[in-house]
């Protein structure tokens, strides 16, 4: 089974610099130019290199599905919107920057940088909460053992590499997902590895 998890185009929230989920903004100019090398760079995979892609997977909020539609028309496949693949839920630092978030609410983002894997923003998740959302839609995929590509957002693109690849929670950072990243996995024989990881951040 080969997996291609794709991360959404720049975005007008990561022009902004702001902590953004569930909040549903346009591409950048910037992400409009990404969208386009990465589409010239998917569009063969299906019939070319990498065997056959037989369903596309997407969080259901447009930055996603812009990329997610294209390929579904390109590759003539299904594709399926699963809330799970949503961004890690920001809670009260959503629509916030850094800068704001330190004024606004200093003791929890102090609580949340001394421990970022298991501190739950209040209204929001923690990153281990965001993993156990997303682990029934992994091992869903394992057990139908179908090439597949994932369209999805930063923090769950390195938690889905984390769960296909058998990694520790604590290795989130030791991945650099930029916006319009491919990753390719291999799964075979319940062992993934690590095939490709192209960032088109121009």
Not at 102 to 128: A, K, R, V
Not at 129 to 138: D, K, L, S, T
Request: net charge negative.
């Amino acid at each position: 089974m080969k997996i291609f998890i794709i991360r959404h185009p720049h975005s007008i929230a990561n022009e902004e610099k702001i902590y953004n989920s569930f909040t549903d903004v346009p591409l950048s100019g910037k992400g409009a130019k990404q969208m386009e090398e990465v589409i010239q760079y998917l569009k063969n995979i299906k019939n070319v290199e990498f065997g056959q892609v037989q369903s596309i997977y997407s969080s259901p909020l447009t930055r996603c599905t812009n990329i997610a539609d294209t390929l579904a028309k390109e590759w003539n496949c299904p594709i399926i919107k699963d809330d799970k693949l949503v961004e890690m839920n920001f809670g009260i630092f959503e629509g916030k920057t850094y800068q704001e978030i330190d004024l606004t609410f200093p003791n929890e983002l102090l609580q949340w940088s001394n421990d970022y894997i298991h501190y739950q923003i209040p209204e929001g998740e923690s990153l281990q909460q965001c993993m156990f959302r997303i682990e029934p839609f992994v091992n869903r995929l394992k057990n139908q053992d179908q090439d597949v590509a994932i369209v999805t957002h930063g923090g769950i693109v390195k938690l889905l590499m984390l769960s296909f690849l058998d990694l520790p929670i604590e290795t989130f950072w030791k991945f650099a997902t930029d916006n319009c990243c491919i990753v390719e996995i291999n799964y075979v024989n319940n062992y993934g590895y690590l095939s490709n990881l192209l960032n088109f951040s121009s």
